[in-house]
């Protein structure tokens, strides 16, 4: 099999398993109550591929501290996460392991598309790509992308603060200041 | 709907189908990984365990193929350095200078003296965040929580440094055929100058905080035998052969570069356990500071002496011919293999990564333990796992 | 090393330099030599670094780097083996981690080793079992003789002279 047009061929999501039922309490106020707790406690899935995850990782270090927006509880297991950040090359062989995590993953759910490589196979996307997926969004809908190689903390931050946005519809905090110099 | 509708699929791919054919009665298969935290990104091994104890282990690699060494023979010269700060991202800076030297090497190219120096101070910064990236992890792994925050504490310091010369955080490119793409200005030098002080008083910390704890030392100590004799068998080196008693190391045993000017010391441990491989490590970094503070005191002024005074154009052509660089990189021997066939594009370029031999020892230092030294056998590896799949 | 290799039919022995190369010796090697060859170097203390393969015009010419902790002597064996059956012994009896490299080598030039304990993809896709990212369209590959200098020569067989004989010709010319 030679490298053709795109290195994963066939549709890996299987139909309805990403599916949620109806709220039970279906009131607007209700759900935006909700949506609002839901953006201040993301649990993210401790899913590191590449380079990437070592940013990520320093994000939730002291520096950077991810806990003061909410979002410090990194699970290893998909069971407990609703935020899956992921984080560097996904290659044709972990294909289908990330699908089937992002399946596990109970709803509401979001997908973080961090890096280069995640979005578009970033370096390597070259001519004769014949392993790396271009871009994780063929796989698995994608909420958030954070560009970069591998993109500084900051970006991932500013990445949650736009995924805190597309769950409630409002940026909850003030935009950096420019740093002249 | 159901999960479950492919059944045939369910039942496990074509590794452990494969890995089940020597089953033993009453054992069990599991995979651990291809995600699961202990592996550091997307390592995946197949284990049989009877009750707790390991009968045997095989990884399966290729999670994270990123296909350098076919890109290197589709980039030029030049545009394949990038590819080296990602290769492995704990220690970019060795890998940049391996295959940079590897170019030098087949080209006849002599690196300004200045550059030189540069490339040690860099690359030795380099192996202190490597190892302080290790050393967190690997506590990580072993289920406490505190000394990675420490780590990266001190870590985010030297980032500080290191993005001044090379303007990246993480995947450094910035060493170039004949020299180094920016100077270490005053104030970084500086800072330096600062953080090694800072650092020598963290050090004795992180021994009171983490060494002697008996928790560790009961989980570490006499877990994953990979003796002298394993080592060879496997090709194991850096800190893994280091800690069994074999005090080899690039730096000194085949000189490159400068190295032969500073008066550093090779850690040792005869243990041949992770025990012995931590131990190793941590001492490796008070050596790092002492090769920095040295470089620092003999660092030519920068007064007209350029960097990259013979650095050829980016479009380079080196001759036809082959060539082998080895240097010491934070987890063993770095080697990269080039040939020329006098074109633009490099005609086969191997890169040999020595987490990739030390993993190979990983099955038989398992074997007969039980499952939770598993991890501490491979934290105490030290796995960057695209440096395995490359 | 020459008292090492005594004993084994050798294709070709030259010396390389070691600062333009990297490496002290190089050795050519029929296929059914590389596993005494192997023996003789652990036994005397060599550890294995790498192996893989080179996709040349003459076929295939797979490498193996090893080198000592005591003493800095890296030894280069070059195996050329043919593209229509390109079938080698495993050395992964003596060295196991050759095991992985040979797998390496097979994922990504087709080369079989006979004798491999697990000779399946170590880093491709079991699909993928049949396509050889690293082989070279023919208008890119080149001769050996396009590629490798011999070094200086020690002991040398018609063979291996004849596939770097125009090169040397040529080089004469030119001065």
New interface residues.
């Given amino acids: 099999m030679a490298a053709q047009g795109s290195v994963v061929q066939k549709e890996m999501l299987t139909a309805g398993a990403h599916y949620m039922d109806p709220p039970i309490v279906n009131i607007q106020l209700a759900q935006d109550l909700l949506d609002v707790c839901r953006s201040m406690s993301l649990w993210p899935m401790t899913f590191g591929l590449a380079c990437c995850a070592i940013e990520m990782m320093a994000t939730g270090m002291a520096r950077f501290d991810m806990a003061r927006f909410g979002a410090e509880v990194f699970r290893p297991s998909p069971r407990q996460a609703d935020v899956m950040i992921v984080a560097g090359t996904v290659t044709k062989k972990m294909a289908p392991a990330v699908v089937r995590l992002y399946e596990q993953m109970p709803g509401p759910k979001w997908v973080i598309s961090m890096g280069n490589c995640a979005i578009s196979g970033g370096p390597f996307k070259i001519k004769d790509n014949y392993n790396v997926i271009e871009g994780v969004d063929t796989l698995i809908p994608v909420d958030v992308y954070v560009p970069g190689c591998p993109p500084r903390p900051e970006g991932l931050l500013e990445g949650f603060f736009q995924l805190q946005r597309l769950i409630t519809g409002k940026r909850w905090w003030p935009v950096a200041a420019e740093v002249k110099g | 709907m159901s999960a479950y509708q492919n059944l045939e699929q369910m039942k496990g791919d074509f590794y452990t189908q494969k890995f089940e054919a020597g089953k033993q009665d009453g054992t069990l298969i599991i995979n651990m990984g291809p995600q699961h935290p202990s592996t550091h990104g997307v390592l995946r091994i197949v284990i049989e365990v009877d009750g707790e104890y390991i009968v045997r282990s095989e990884p399966v690699l290729g999670y994270l193929h990123r296909m350098h060494e076919k890109m290197g023979e589709t980039q030029t010269w030049g545009g394949f350095i990038p590819n080296m700060g990602r290769v492995d991202y704990g220690h970019p800076m060795a890998w940049n200078w391996a295959y940079v030297g590897a170019v030098e090497k087949l080209m006849g190219i002599e690196v300004p003296e200045r550059a030189e120096y540069l490339r040690v101070i860099m690359t030795e910064l380099n192996r202190l965040t490597s190892h302080l990236l290790w050393w967190g992890a690997y506590i990580l792994d072993l289920g406490a929580f505190t000394p990675i925050m420490y780590a990266f504490d001190d870590r985010e310091m030297l980032l500080d440094i290191l993005q001044r010369p090379s303007a990246s955080r993480l995947t450094y490119s910035n060493f170039r055929v004949g020299g180094v793409q920016m100077d270490l200005d005053d104030k970084c030098l500086e800072l330096i100058r600062t953080f090694i002080p800072h650092f020598r008083e963290r050090l004795p910390m992180y021994h009171d905080l983490v060494t002697e704890n008996l928790i560790l030392r009961r989980r570490i100590e006499g877990v994953g035998i990979i003796d002298e004799d394993m080592c060879q068998r496997y090709g194991c080196t850096g800190p893994v052969l280091r800690g069994a008693g074999v005090a080899y190391d690039v730096r000194k045993d085949e000189p490159y570069s400068i190295y032969d000017r500073f008066d550093f010391e090779i850690p040792t441990q005869d243990s041949a356990c992770s025990a012995g491989r931590y131990h190793v490590r941590v001492a490796e970094m008070e050596q790092s500071l002492r090769i920095i503070e040295q470089a620092l005191e003999q660092l030519p002024s920068a007064e007209g002496k350029h960097i990259m005074d013979k650095a050829p154009k980016p479009s380079m052509k080196p001759p036809a011919g082959e060539a082998y660089f080895a240097v010491e990189g934070g987890r063993g021997k770095i080697g990269v293999y080039v040939v020329s066939d006098g074109s633009k594009v490099p005609y086969r370029v191997k890169l040999r990564a020595p987490g990739f031999s030390n993993m190979n020892a990983f099955a038989e230092a398992a074997k007969g333990t039980i499952l939770a030294d598993a991890v501490a056998i491979l934290g105490s590896l030290d796995l960057i796992i695209p440096e395995l799949d490359r | 090393m020459l008292q090492l290799l005594e004993g084994i039919p050798t294709q070709c022995v030259a010396k390389q330099d070691k600062?333009?190369?990297?490496?002290a010796w190089s050795v050519f090697l029929a296929p059914a030599q590389i596993v005494k060859t192997a023996r003789k170097l652990?036994e005397a203390?060599y550890?294995?670094?790498?192996v893989?393969a080179?996709?040349i015009e003459e076929g295939f010419l797979v490498?193996y780097?090893f080198?000592r902790?005591?003493v800095?002597e890296?030894v280069?064996l070059r195996v050329l083996i043919s593209k229509d059956n390109p079938t080698i012994p495993s050395i992964a009896s003596?060295?196991?981690?050759a095991?992985?490299h040979e797998r390496e080598t097979r994922d990504?030039h087709g080369v079989n080793f006979e004798g491999n304990p697990?000779l399946?993809?170590?880093?491709?896709?079991?699909?993928?079992v049949?396509?050889h990212?690293?082989l070279?369209t023919d208008k890119k590959r080149?001769q050996i003789k396009?590629?490798?200098?011999l070094g200086e020569v020690v002991s040398c067989n018609k063979e291996i002279e004849a596939l770097f004989a125009e090169a040397e010709a040529e080089v004469a010319s030119d001065a």
């Fill in positions: 600062v333009s190369t990297g490496r652990y203390e550890s294995l670094e790498d893989f080179l996709d490498l780097h080198n902790w005591n800095d890296r280069v003596i060295f196991d981690g095991e992985w990504f697990n399946v993809p170590l880093l491709m896709c079991v699909e993928d049949d396509f990212p690293l070279k080149k396009d590629l490798l200098n």
